[in-house]
């Protein structure tokens, strides 16, 4: 046992084998972030060990206060009803644990700057296409690491960020029927535009709801936008990221950029999420939320 609250990582799981390995590889990064601290993975389906036993397991050493963080982006159906019912299934086994549980990530500048990492080593798709470096430089099919932030590339134009504002982004979202869920990722397009400086950017979803990926990578070359790119708002590898992709290249886009993956700026977020939690005193001893 330590001083602090273990931390668990709940993911909802994928048969893609690259889906468990960036959930684990995230735990790491957190780890690395915050030495000494317990992070432990639980999932939702698909993948092992589930959340039952992640919780058992804790149970079974001592501990009796966990905070649980959703590797979520959206506050959508798993956030709401899965992972609840999750916890709650393990209240009578476990007497006298507490669970504290985290907000999902949601609309936060760490999002968005993990979001311009990913672009950095985005692939391109078409024959000579430019595509917008965030360090400010045009480059021509390479991938380039690094983070720069918005800032920095407003106090140094360059033709790189002058290239922004004739550049598009398709944000592409997994998807959801809930409403609320959706606008998220509109208002996150909307932020990102805004602070970016980027011609546009427009939210697609894989499933869900509309549009596609390829349908608005059309809708904004009809709107004159020179380049397009595609940036998917996904954390691991899976169905709907392939979905994704698989648009992305239908539609002629130019690029098209990873997976959020174990970005460092996602195990910081994750972290906020964790304090969060713990500055709240949410329930008493044994109950779940």
Known sequence: MTGAAPLLLIAHGSRDPGHAATVHALAARIRSLRPGLRVTVGFLEFNGPPVREALAGLYGDGEREVTAVPLLLTRAYHAKTDIPAALAACAGALPGMTVRRA??????PLLLAALERRLARAEVL?????????????IH??????????????????PGHRARSRTGIV????????????EAVASLARRWARTGGWGAVRPAFAAGAPPGT?????????DGIERVLVSPLVIAPGRLPARIA????????????????????????LLRRYDEANAVAYCAAGTYL
Do not use: F, K, N, Q
């Open 103 to 108: 907000e999902v990530l949601g609309r936060d």
């Open 126 to 138: 078409g024959h000579g296409a430019r595509v917008p470096d965030v360090a400010g430089a045009a």
């Open 141 to 158: 099919g390479a991938r380039r690491p690094g983070p720069v932030t918005v800032a920095d590339t407003a106090r140094h134009p360059s």
């Open 171 to 182: 944000l592409a979202a997994a998807g959801s029927s809930d409403p609320a869920a959706i």
């Open 214 to 222: 390829a349908d608005a990578v059309r809708a904004l070359r009809a």
């Open 246 to 269: 698989a648009g992305a290249r239908e539609a002629g886009a130019d690029a098209l950029a990873p997976v959020l993956g174990a970005a460092p700026e996602l195990a910081a977020l």
